[in-house]
């Protein structure tokens, strides 16, 4: 995992950091966030904001700390996020939520918008018909999941769907097929 997901040059990570030059923000907080790869490059491309992440796995955490100074990194579960309400500008998730099982991906969401001030980034797999999306999660493993309707279901708006071309992610299977920047404004709270 640590060859794989240190990879700070990939390019769909020079993608997501692009897309977040478009607009404003101070904190952004990354589900998923393994050995950091992604907020590295941010940190690079975009200084002078805070990052943080969760990973489930203590050892790609450990790593990421060697690499970030400054940031907020925890060992943790995305259905469960010990973070207060509102607590980043921008939650960022780059195929994590892949591997969240259909049952919990409505658990896990509700989490991750209660966390959001302001907007969520999603890079992940993504399909409007659910036959595709099984056909994918029998052949890989992996889960896609129809987020404009998802993100509309919690209240979620100005949704943004840009898929992921071969420019941004070179050769891979089933990226070519699924893979999507998916963003969308949280709902205000009362």
């Known amino acids: 995992w640590a060859k794989s997901y240190g ?9 997501i950091s692009s897309f977040l030059k478009s607009f404003n923000w101070i904190s952004l907080f990354e589900i998923g966030c393994g050995a950091g790869a992604n907020l590295v490059r941010i940190v690079k491309d975009i200084p002078g904001r805070q990052v943080g992440g969760i990973d ?4 790609a955490i450990e790593t990421a700390k060697s690499f970030l100074t400054g940031a907020i ?3 943790g579960s995305a259905d469960d996020i010990l973070m207060s309400d509102d607590s980043a500008d921008v939650v960022l998730t780059d195929m994590a939520l892949i591997y969240i099982a259909p049952r919990d991906i409505k658990k896990v969401v ?9 907007r969520v980034v999603f890079c992940e797999f993504y399909h409007s018909r659910w036959i595709k999306r099984l056909a994918l999660r029998f052949r890989t493993g992996y889960n896609g999941y129809d987020w404009e309707k998802l993100l509309k279901e919690f209240g979620c ?14 050769g891979g299977q089933p990226q070519k097929d699924f893979a999507w920047l998916i963003t969308a404004k949280v709902p205000r709270r009362k």
């Open 56 to 59: 489930i796995n203590p050892k």
């Open 110 to 118: 509700r989490e991750i918008i209660r966390i959001t001030r302001d």
């Open 7 to 15: 990879n700070f040059n990939h390019p769909h990570r020079f993608l």
């Open 157 to 170: 708006y100005d949704i943004e769907m840009y898929k992921i071309t071969e420019q941004w992610w070179p």
């Open 73 to 75: 990194l925890k060992v």
